[in-house]
């Protein structure tokens, strides 16, 4: 009997901020972005690892406050910084370097009035290039906020969000299951979610705990998860 044709049944991405899940471990960090426009001069840094959540946190906070979003590295382009004067800005992964005079400027235009700057990054301020002296200075200075690996609360939470978005119902005990097997980041939570809705369609059988060891049994030398 030829398979029936599968129905992408979807439900809405978790990506507002009522989705971000707040536990003991990044409870501080929330904290420190809710205080906006109080941050000291006007910045902000929300340091973590590669799937604690930064991005999201940092674009709900970017919708809210109608910020100018810009991405540091290879091509990043500010434009003319005093014509942001006055505006919130987020410049996403800024440990991989932006123009000094520009970045500068825009530490400087922070605390105007109406203005503000979040920065995203893996590393410290202290860390990330700079050659020019007076913004090394500044980069040093900068109040962090720190989001950690997710933790049990968060993990959970994004493993039953990530399965709600596919209209998928887990047996109780594959969530205990999957916490102890998979790598502590939103990245892999979500791909496991997939590849396991993938395995029970080609399967034709539920999700359950059953069905992951199944999969980690057979895929696990391959299964590469996560960044």
Same mark, same amino acid.
Request: hydrophobic share 45%.
């Given at each position: 009997m030829a398979r029936q044709l599968? @129905?992408?049944?979807?439900?809405?991405?978790s990506a507002g901020r009522e989705d971000f899940i707040v536990s003991p471990t990044n409870a501080d960090a929330v904290r420190a972005l809710d205080a906006w426009p109080s941050w000291y001069g006007g910045c902000l840094v929300l340091i973590g690892p590669s799937g604690s959540g930064k991005s999201h946190l940092a674009r709900t906070w970017a919708m809210r406050v109608g910020a100018e979003i810009f991405t540091a590295g290879k091509g990043c382009d500010f434009t003319a910084p005093g014509a942001l004067q006055g505006r919130p800005i987020l410049v996403e992964d800024a440990h991989f370097g932006a123009p000094d005079?520009?970045?500068?400027? @825009?530490?400087?235009?922070a605390g105007d009035p109406g203005g503000g700057l979040l920065m995203t990054a893996q590393a410290a301020p202290r860390t990330w290039p700079a050659n020019l002296p007076d913004l090394r200075s500044r980069l040093n200075a900068l109040p962090v906020a720190e989001l950690p690996p997710p933790d049990d609360a968060v993990l959970e939470g994004l493993l039953r969000n990530f399965f709600r978005e596919r209209s998928i119902t887990p047996s109780d005990d594959l969530i205990p299951y999957l916490l102890k097997r998979i790598e502590r980041s939103a990245l892999s939570a979500r791909e496991i979610v997939e590849r396991l809705d993938e395995a029970a369609y080609a399967d034709q059988k539920p999700v359950t705990r059953a069905l992951a060891r199944h999969f980690f049994e057979n895929e696990g030398e391959t299964f590469d998860i996560g960044e």
């Open positions: 599968r @129905l992408e049944l979807r439900g809405p991405s005079e520009a970045l500068f400027h @825009l530490i400087n235009m």
